[in-house]
């Protein structure tokens, strides 16, 4: 059974992230072909002399990559680019992780996760792939040589989406109707409500290990997060959206949508919707800028306790206070006119973890609330089942008398678990719909920090999605399969509009 503490970290892998659809991947041991509901294995003898080359050898555990040699392979040199690509091309803006480049004289287009070095080469159903079968993608430039590569027809059908980071980005491309199984911590209503009515089931497998034997009992493709692993699977569709996120910023995060647009034949709505979160995203960071012009700075931390634990070998605990210096928490304050609490002299002399923060033992109480008593407000973390309080999160830090801190004296104590579903386990959106939406979550952040915005400078009609205050506004919201009302619809952006100053 999984404990429900790891289950909540399992969640959010970057916070602790079919029918004619075919998938053909090519290896130095095995080629595998999913057509339909079928996979034909294909055993290639590595000393057999072939014309054609359909695996690279490498070294055990490496990644492999399909070249082709010979008169019949195509280069970018040879080939020319097909027009008809060019009406929704796809060019990664801000985003560090992916790539996608057309493959010429085809209709085919390469899509890399170049963190996981792992190329997918996609050809409409309708279209021909004998072309981008021959050509060698690694001359033309197009898959570098360490890459291993899978080939899938599109748009896919019968999907796996394991993870929950990587939901939202497929329901607003109009693509929920792919979807045959989910997360069991989705907090979507409409993918919920799918489950309930038969349309998809739920997965509950092991996210990290992705080898063949649990994708036998997949309908199709799956999607799954960066830190997946063991043999990977062909029709595994890896996605380092919580690495960007990791070490990136919230539009990088956001860009990925582009990343998921192939595999759908949705490249036009992708670009759609990104540039407009992008053009939102700048539009409410010029105006946090502005209106912090003229009041002092604001310091925020981002905190959490953590109770001891063991989990075994390599997985225990006696427990610490993190004041944490996560890259894309740096990056939402910034962006939001504030400055990190751990970019001030409050961490002076204190040495961060590479992967923690700063921590302080439990009982180095002194420790952490000299730290925590410069902070104007506080974003808390901590894992706390059974539902978080103010008085709760309190007593968590050690703290017995709130007058020492400004941030408790203020009432400005945070949260990001507004939203949540009704099932058990239970689901938390902050660790789903967040990542697409990055001018969602700058404009929850800027409310956050800076109470009097809204009635100055902003729509005011803005409700805030993933934060909440623990003082004034303790409600979560529940999520439920009820709120949906047409699962076949895309889902719809949550964003406010967001105007010039002299339009407001």
């Not at 692993?229 to 582009?258: F, H």
């Not at 506080?378 to 007593?395: C, F, N, R, W």
Request: net charge negative.
């Amino acid at each position: 059974m999984t404990d429900p503490k790891q289950a909540y970290k399992v969640q959010g892998e970057g916070d602790v992230e079919a029918g004619a659809a075919g998938v053909v991947s090519r290896s130095s041991r095995r080629t595998k072909i999913l057509l339909g509901t079928g996979i034909a294995t294909i055993v290639i003898a590595t000393a057999l002399a072939l014309s054609l080359t359909l695996g690279v050898e490498s070294e055990p555990g490496s990644a492999h990559v399909a070249t082709a040699t010979g008169d019949e392979t195509l280069t970018t040199r040879q080939i020319e680019t097909n027009p008809e690509w060019s009406k929704c091309a796809l060019s990664v803006d801000v985003a560090q992780y992916f790539n996608i480049s057309a493959v010429p004289g085809t209709d085919s287009t390469v899509v890399l996760n170049k963190h996981n070095e792992r190329a997918y080469v996609l050809t409409p159903r309708e279209a021909s792939d004998e072309a981008v079968l021959k050509a060698n993608l690694t001359e033309a430039g197009l898959v570098p040589a360490s890459y291993s590569v899978s080939y899938m027809r599109t748009p896919l059908e019968n999907v796996t989406v394991a993870e929950t980071q990587l939901i939202t980005y497929v329901e607003l491309l109009g693509a929920r109707s792919a979807i045959a199984s989910y997360s069991q911590y989705a907090t979507s209503p409409c993918v919920m409500k799918m489950g309930e009515e038969g349309l998809a089931t739920t997965f509950s497998g092991n996210v990290y290990d992705f080898s063949g034997d649990q994708l036998q009992t997949q309908p199709g493709p799956v999607f799954v997060g960066y830190s997946a692993n063991g043999d990977i699977a062909p029709e595994t569709v890896q996605c380092a959206v919580s690495m960007e996120q990791r070490e990136g910023t919230m539009l990088a995060t956001s860009e990925w949508i582009k990343f998921f647009a192939p595999f759908f034949g949705k490249e036009c709505e992708a670009q759609q919707i990104y540039d407009s979160v992008k053009e939102r995203y700048e539009c409410h960071k010029a105006k946090a800028a502005r209106f912090a012009q003229d009041f002092d700075p604001i310091k925020v931390a981002v905190v959490s306790k953590s109770d001891a634990y063991d989990y075994g070998p390599g997985y225990q605990s006696d427990g610490y206070f993190k004041v944490s210096d996560a890259g894309y928490w740096k990056s939402y304050v910034e962006d939001a006119a504030s400055t990190p609490l751990v970019s001030t002299e409050a961490v002076e002399g204190l040495t961060a973890t590479p992967t923690g923060g700063y921590q302080f033992q439990l009982n180095d109480t002194a420790g952490f609330h000299a730290v925590l008593s410069q902070a104007d407000i506080v974003i808390d973390e901590s894992y706390m089942p059974g539902g978080a309080t103010a008085e709760k999160i309190l007593e968590a830090y050690g703290i017995t008398d709130p007058s020492q801190f400004k941030f408790a004296q203020s009432k400005a104590l945070w949260r990001v678990d507004r939203r949540v579903n009704d099932k058990s386990p239970m689901g938390d959106d902050w660790f789903e719909s967040r990542y697409p939406e990055a001018d969602v979550l700058l404009e929850d952040v800027i409310f956050a920090l800076h109470p009097n915005y809204s009635g100055l400078i902003l729509n005011p009609k803005h409700q805030l999605t993933w934060l909440r205050n623990m003082y004034k506004a303790p409600q979560q919201e529940i999520l439920t399969a009820s709120m949906c009302e047409d699962v076949s619809a895309p889902q719809p952006l949550i964003a406010d509009s967001c105007t010039s100053f002299k339009l407001n």
